[in-house]
């Protein structure tokens, strides 16, 4: 594999570098930059500019209004995006359900959906995890039985990531408890402003409205809204999980963190010289900083392998998420005392109170309190060493 960018590939990342420059709204990289909160407006906003550029579906083929580019190319562009201190793209219609549909999914659900995805109309969520069912998702009881030309759907799905938001949630489903637990799941879409269904705010331990508990009580759902075909719908979760796990990885991100990391810790005295300059903690910026850049190498790697993530994608969930983990957790350590005072308010974009310290300190514990969560969505990594021993290494 050659690791050298192309110079094509370079005037790439030139010409979306300077889009960006351009093109995103200040006061929302203000917020990402500066650990603020943001609201749907901001990532919705973002997502049509990206969406009247062309560019906001990357890794859709060009048939269904993508970008065809190529891996490295979209590469590229998640890095720049996430350097620059562009929202992510929320990635539970543009690079969850949507590839879903393309491959499997009827005309119809084609013609309909993926359009409304692309234009940023319908907001998506996701609904795998239940109660009892999180790591070992199959067990999931969330019911669905057939009615004629519709289902009917009884049950609950949790951790429901901005499903306050939501127009649509994709479900896997119960349609079957006579086979074998795998086998009896199906893939269903589901108005999230159907009668029936009701949404229940989680206050996570940074006391932010980010997930929820999702209610189903008897819910009619037309048939046509089924995914393939009944009973496949495990099938569907694991391609759909596997484009999940490679975005999981957002280098681009740690990247803009590392760096912030390593301003803070120049800024920082400790014994009267900057952080930076004391050995121990020097070393533990330095193997972060080689790590991250090991798993950029295998995120292309993975990307220039395949056209759909496979099990690989298990090894960029990991480390990406261990990053993550690791960067917020020197960035306390570097702030030291100034870090200790929580405040959720202060992650407010129309915050005006006087922080403990340097400003930039004031957000440090809800962020590493958020971050806590990373290692366990998507699949927690305990789950995810079993699918790299079984199904890369073959143990």
């Known amino acids: 594999m050659d690791l050298n960018y192309t110079k094509e590939e370079q005037a790439f990342r030139d010409e979306v570098r300077s889009f960006i420059r351009g093109n995103l709204p200040r006061d929302i990289a203000e917020k990402v930059l500066h650990h603020k909160r943001l609201v749907k407006d901001d990532w919705v906003r973002w997502q049509k500019i990206l969406y009247k550029k062309g560019w906001v579906a990357p890794n859709w083929p060009k048939e269904y209004g993508g970008c065809a580019w190529t891996p490295i190319q979209q590469h ?186 390593k301003e803070i810790a120049a800024k920082q005295l400790r014994n009267g010289k900057p952080l930076m300059e004391d050995p121990r903690f020097r070393d533990r910026v330095i193997q972060v900083e080689v790590e991250l850049m090991a798993l950029e190498i295998t995120l292309l790697r993975v990307l220039s392998s395949r056209t759909k993530p496979g099990p690989e994608a298990s090894i960029l969930k990991i480390k990406g998420t261990d990053i993550q983990q690791a960067l917020t957790e020197l960035t306390m350590d570097a702030m030291g005392p100034y870090a200790l005072p929580f405040s959720p308010e202060a992650r407010a974009a129309d915050w005006h109170g006087e922080p403990v310290g340097p400003e930039y300190a004031a957000s440090a514990a809800a962020v590493y309190f958020n971050y806590r969560k990373t290692s366990i969505y998507g699949g927690s990594n305990e789950i995810q060493r079993n699918i790299i021993s079984q199904m890369v290494l073959g143990l």
């Open 76 to 261: 590229i562009f998640e890095d720049e995006c996430g350097y620059a201190g562009a929202p992510r793209v929320m990635p539970f219609g543009l690079v969850m359900v949507a590839p879903v549909i393309q491959n499997f999914g009827s005309q119809w659900q084609k013609e309909y959906f993926l359009p409304r995805i692309l234009s940023s109309e319908d907001w998506w969520a996701q609904g795998y995890s239940e109660p009892g069912s999180g790591s070992d998702l199959a067990s999931l009881k969330c019911k669905a039985v057939r009615e004629g030309d519709h289902y009917i759907v009884n049950g609950q799905k949790t951790w429901t990531t901005l499903g306050q938001y939501a127009d649509m949630i994709f479900c896997l489903v119960r349609t079957d408890s006579t086979v074998k637990k795998q086998e009896g799941i199906s893939f269903l879409l589901i108005d999230m402003h159907s009668p029936g269904i009701s949404v229940r705010p989680i206050i996570t331990l940074d006391e932010e409205h980010e997930v929820n508990e999702t209610f189903f009580d008897n819910v009619k759902v037309p048939a046509e809204n089924l995914v393939g075909e009944e009973g496949r719908g495990w099938t569907y979760a694991k391609f759909l999980l596997g484009h999940e796990r490679t975005g999981i990885a957002r280098v681009g991100e740690s990247k803009r963190e590392l760096e912030q990391l």
